[in-house]
């Protein structure tokens, strides 16, 4: 647990000083559950946290956490509806990282991980059609 801390500590610190630099951006690409979380939302558009919770079968605080990582690094935008917030791909990302996030879309497309993910998400009950999340 320390060690996750001690990690968790540095990436944010890391984080919220940087730049979206190649470096930058990598690093938060190397983490599975970032990337996972960033190729739905490439591929979806637009996903509240109740829907990527549901699409990588974990728990809301990990995901909050990472959302507020890409958000500080604003590679994600997000926006409230109500109690919901909304997660998007930053529209002001410079070319070279959407280059980069659709190579990886077109790397991802069949691995098992990834369809599952749009599977989990695509059968997910109680999906918002409005875009309001409601409990399951």
């Known amino acids: 647990m320390t060690i996750y801390m001690l990690e968790h500590i540095y990436v944010q610190m890391y984080i919220t000083n940087m730049t979206l630099s190649p470096d930058s951006v990598l690093k938060l690409l190397a983490d599975p559950t970032r990337l996972r979380i960033l190729m739905l939302l490439h591929r979806q558009g637009e996903l509240c946290v109740c829907e990527l919770t549901c ?78 999340c409601e409990p399951a």
Do not use: F
Not at 73 to 90: M, T
Not at 91 to 99: A, E, F, I
């Open 55 to 132: 699409a990588l079968d974990d728990i809301q605080p990990k995901i909050s956490r990472h959302l507020a990582l890409l958000r500080d690094a604003q590679v994600v935008s997000d926006r409230r509806a109500g109690q919901w917030i909304y997660y998007q791909l930053n529209p002001r990302l410079p070319d070279w990282t959407g280059d980069i996030l659709a190579a990886l879309a077109r790397g991802t497309k069949n691995r098992k991980i990834y369809v599952d993910d749009q599977r989990k998400l695509k059968q997910m009950p109680n999906r918002p059609e409005n875009r309001i």
